[in-house]
């Protein structure tokens, strides 16, 4: 027994989950980089706003030296996060400090820019430095200085794990919000599966109708091959239905003549009348091999009837009908019949080669059981453009034109009772043709009197 596979709402879920944890952990990196950097520019101007408020204090005494007076405003700018550390230094022309921590990291090559930034450990912590450059005139020329400003960076980062943080609440939301809306989509999605699953359930054993229930799109191909399936289904319960009333209807009377003549054997007084007993109990036999053979090509004919044509190929006509019709030339000559063939010595049809050899089989047959003693049978095959046309032509009584009709009904004699056979030839015949796409017709023979059957093929492409 094959296992069911995992529900298709935790599939959908799961791939949902999954792909959109991947994209969301990309998302969250990305979220990072972009946090690092947004408190990276919003703390680097604070930065140098205070590295600017210290260089608008930095002048030129009267000896000629820099000085500078700490505005308290300058660090004040910095300790909006009571964590973090400020830090500063000024330096004057290349070699002189004058005010600050003189060992305070600071960026020696600012590559042309009046402002610079960089990251830099102090104190074994981890600052942001932020370095200006400046002058300051004497009134005849001007002295150079570098204002250095440096801050810790707990308050960026603890600002970017904000930003992250927040960041990945709302993703988090977003994937359940999705997932739960995938959810309840799924579920109302497969609800007309659960109709067509309670549709079914509620249907008897013996109910093989279309399924004629409202289904998604995706699923309606699935619901036709269905439906495909219970119309074979029908067919073949129905061949096995007919065959199984037409055996028992019709080996009724060949079986019960084997009994009688088996009871005659045994009560026979003399070798004679068990031997004639047991002649007419073997030629029952034989009538019930033949209805028996016959209700098994039925049976095959309507399962083949209630599905596409299979194993189909080009088979040559004119060749098999020569090659049957001399085959059934001794059994023709004892039944005092002039059994011959005309025509083509080649003509392709698209058939089954078993079914087709039936067909030409039951066609040369029922000629020779009711064209009668004397009688002549001929057939023939001729090759044309619009198809292949097969005949088998008696000269015996025919059948008359308001019986034509009624022949082709399976188990109908044509008001011939005592005629042999079952009354299956000519529909089986038909039936066959129908299979290949063939039509059969009853004529009056060629001389006025006797039947022609003909059976047109289309051409084989």
């Not at 739960?180 to 109302?188: G, S």
Request: hydrophobic share 50%; with cysteine.
């Amino acid at each position: 027994m094959i296992s069911p596979a995992s529900s298709l709402r935790r599939r959908l879920l799961l791939w949902l989950l999954v792909s959109t944890a991947v994209i969301g952990v990309l998302a969250l990196f990305d979220t990072y980089r972009e946090a690092v950097k947004t408190a990276n520019t919003v703390s680097d101007r604070v930065l140098a706003g205070s590295a600017l408020a210290i260089a608008e204090r930095v002048v030129v005494s009267e000896n000629g030296s820099l000085e500078v007076d700490i505005p308290y405003v300058a660090l004040e700018m910095l300790t909006s996060a009571a964590q973090d550390r400020v830090f500063y230094r000024v330096d004057g022309p290349p070699g002189s400090f004058i005010t600050g921590y003189q060992t305070l990291p600071t960026i020696a090559d600012t590559q042309g820019q009046p402002t610079a930034y960089r990251d830099a450990t102090f104190r074994g912590e981890p600052i942001r430095v932020a370095v200006l450059l400046r002058s300051a005139s004497t009134g005849v020329n001007s002295v150079p200085f570098v204002v250095t400003v440096a801050e810790t960076t707990i308050a960026r980062r603890q600002l970017a794990q904000a930003i992250l943080l927040r960041s990945a609440v709302r993703l988090a939301m977003m994937i359940g919000g999705a997932a739960a809306i995938v959810w309840i989509a799924v579920t109302v999605s497969l609800r007309p599966l659960y109709r067509l699953s309670d549709a079914i359930a509620e249907r008897s054993p013996d109910d093989l109708r279309r399924i004629e229930q409202r289904v998604p799109r995706e699923v309606q191909g699935l619901v036709d091959r269905f439906n495909s399936f219970m119309v074979r289904l029908q067919s073949a319960l129905d061949a096995l239905r007919h065959f199984s009333g037409n055996a028992s209807h019709q080996l009724r009377t060949p079986l019960a003549i084997i009994r009688t003549q088996l009871a005659l054997a045994a009560r026979a007084a003399t070798l004679e009348e068990a031997q004639a007993a047991a002649a007419k109990g073997d030629a029952a036999v034989a009538h019930a091999e033949r209805i028996l053979a016959q209700l098994l090509l039925m049976a095959k004919i309507d399962a083949a009837g209630s599905s596409e044509p299979q194993n189909l190929s080009p088979v040559d006509l004119a060749a098999l009908a020569q090659d049957l019709t001399g085959d059934r030339v001794p059994a023709a000559g004892e039944a005092g019949i002039d059994l011959g063939y005309e025509g083509d010595r080649s003509a392709l049809v698209l058939a089954e080669p078993l079914l087709i050899g039936e067909l030409l089989r039951n066609l040369i047959e029922n000629a020779i059981a009711y064209a009668g003693r004397g009688a002549e049978v001929t057939v023939s095959v001729a090759a044309g453009g619009d198809g292949v046309l097969l005949a088998v032509e008696d000269d015996g009584p025919g059948i008359p034109a308001d019986q034509r009709s009624v022949v082709r009904q399976r188990f109908s004699r044509g008001g011939h009772r005592d005629a042999p056979g079952m009354g299956l030839g000519l529909p089986i015949v038909e039936e066959i043709a129908g299979l290949f796409g063939a039509r059969m017709a009853l004529e009056t023979a060629t001389g006025g009197c006797g039947l022609r059957v003909e059976i047109r093929f289309p051409a084989a492409a």
